[in-house]
């Protein structure tokens, strides 16, 4: 009876584990504060700000987001959670600018809050409009 009640509890575990796993996989929505969904985009898009977001977004992105933000950097496989293909369709249709700037630079959780790496305001709207300028 013991043996048996063990077994129960081992095999329970494995299906919580398996199924919290499971989960992760799948994306949490995200939900970002109001203010920022409506903020403002501070920089007009233009060439020389796509150019400059796209120097940044190489140096300190690109490693898990990918060349061009397909989700595919050297680091994604590691990262155990779903990245967006940030060219497609679907995600630049989902995300305000103020969501992109959110998501970028405060994140949420341990994901990933870059206000002190990227720390000029321009700057983090340059890199906004380079991931505009990914739009297939
Ligand atoms: C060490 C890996 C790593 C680096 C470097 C990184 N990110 Fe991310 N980023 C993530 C992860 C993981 C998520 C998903 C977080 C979540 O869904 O909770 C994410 C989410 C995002 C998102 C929302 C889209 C999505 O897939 O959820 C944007 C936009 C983004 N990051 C932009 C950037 C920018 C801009 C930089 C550089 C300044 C950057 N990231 C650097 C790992 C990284």
Redesign the pocket.
Known sequence: MKTKNVLFIALASVMVIGGLTAMRLV?DPWQVPADYKTMKNKVPSSKNSIADGKE??DM??A???GAGGK?NGV?AKN?G?E??D?STADYQSKFTDGE?YY??FIG??K??D?RKA?ADENDRWN?VNY?RSLKK
Do not use: P
């Open positions: 994306k940044i977004f300190a992105c490693s898990c987001h989700g680091k990262l959670i990245l967006y940030l992109i998501q970028s949420r959780e994901w990933h870059f990227v890199v991931i």
